[in-house]
């Protein structure tokens, strides 16, 4: 696992982007012990307009505000896809919800139908962010997995523990390959 990682959480507002980004903050800094900075940007539409959660997770002091490329890279829209993908580092890793994104095939290419599962298999099409942050966890080691769940746990609506315990472990039990 590398030590420093430059992520981008990108898409639509209104599909917990901000949270996510907040959830994998909190359990790097809090639980995992490493050194954080979090950012996120919004357009001025509630939902729909363009959404984004930035984060540098390191074991060492961060010195810059915000990533400039990128590690890992999250899109759950077509515009975000877009518009970030030319920022992904070689050897970057591309994370799509094939169920909303065209993309383009090659390596460290991850699509899944993301919003899919969170509707059919999950039960809720708004635990999507959830789903997602079990397939970040799985595929890249950048939070441990119990530093997650314990994050997630804190910043979630009371009632709402068991989908989104299960959101997580769907996430984190799908199985990866490259699409070249």
């Given at each position: ?97 094939s169920s ?78 490259d699409n070249?």
């Amino acid at each position: 696992m590398k030590n420093f990682y430059e992520i981008r959480l990108s898409g639509s507002g209104g599909q917990g982007l901000i949270t996510m980004g907040m959830i994998m903050g909190e359990a790097a800094a809090l639980f995992d012990h490493k050194y954080v900075v979090q950012t996120q940007s919004y357009g001025p539409e509630a939902r729909g307009g363009a959404c984004k959660a930035e984060l540098i997770i390191s074991n060492s002091r961060v010195n810059n505000p915000k990533p400039i490329t990128v590690d890992i890279l999250l899109t759950l829209s077509q515009p975000a896809y877009d518009k970030y993908i030319p920022d992904v580092k070689p050897g970057g890793i591309v994370i799509i919800d094939s169920s909303l994104v065209k993309y383009k095939k090659g390596k460290g290419v991850y699509p899944l139908p993301i919003t899919t599962f969170a509707e059919k298999d999950i039960g809720l099409k708004v635990t999507a962010n959830v789903v997602a942050l079990g397939i970040i966890c799985s595929l890249t080691k950048v939070v441990s997995y119990n530093a997650l769940e314990r994050a997630l746990l804190n910043r979630i609506p009371p009632g709402t523990e068991n989908i989104n315990k299960k959101a997580l472990s769907f996430g984190k039990s799908l199985k990866f390959k490259d699409n070249i």
